[in-house]
């Protein structure tokens, strides 16, 4: 069963490296809206779910004052950061990546709106 989960992971790992490349922050924006329910993109403002103002380069289970699920923080308890390439394996499968996370959104299929949507969390004031 591990070694499944790995080759998965893996997997997902080559997918993720290309899936980010060249996004588009204002097709991203409007790939947000789905997000928009549970998370900002405001700094300190946190709903459901944590801000996502500064995401990118920020430790995972980074907001001190957000009260995150014991798997989330068990899955940055070795200090992984939201880079490029988490939020490309994270943001299709949430669920697969962080078993057990309160996250209920069940992820973005399409390659095009994880990296739109990465390109619009790097900088959303770039989205025109």
Same mark, same amino acid.
């Given at each position: ?6 080759v998965?992971?893996g997997m997902?790992?080559?997918? =993720?490296?290309?899936?980010? =490349? ?5 097709k991203g ?8 329910s549970?998370?900002?993109i405001?700094?300190g ?18 907001? =001190? ?27 299709p499968a ?7 996370? =309160? ?7 399409k ?6 949507i ?6 959303p004031?770039s989205a025109?």
């Amino acid at each position: 069963m591990d070694r499944i989960f790995l080759v998965g992971i893996g997997m997902l790992c080559l997918i =993720a490296e290309t899936a980010y =490349a060249g996004g588009d922050p204002t097709k991203g924006a409007i790939v947000f809206r789905k997000c928009m329910s549970c998370h900002s993109i405001d700094e300190g403002k946190n709903r459901t779910g944590p801000s996502l103002f500064g995401v990118v380069g920020r430790p995972v289970a980074g907001i =001190a004052e957000f009260r995150y699920s014991n798997a989330m923080r068990t899955f940055a308890s070795d200090g992984k950061v939201w880079d490029e390439a988490t939020l490309a394996i994270y943001l299709p499968a949430p669920r697969d990546v962080v078993p057990g996370t =309160a996250m209920a959104f069940a992820g973005l299929r399409k390659p095009e709106d994880v990296a739109n949507i990465i390109a619009y969390l790097k900088d959303p004031a770039s989205a025109q």
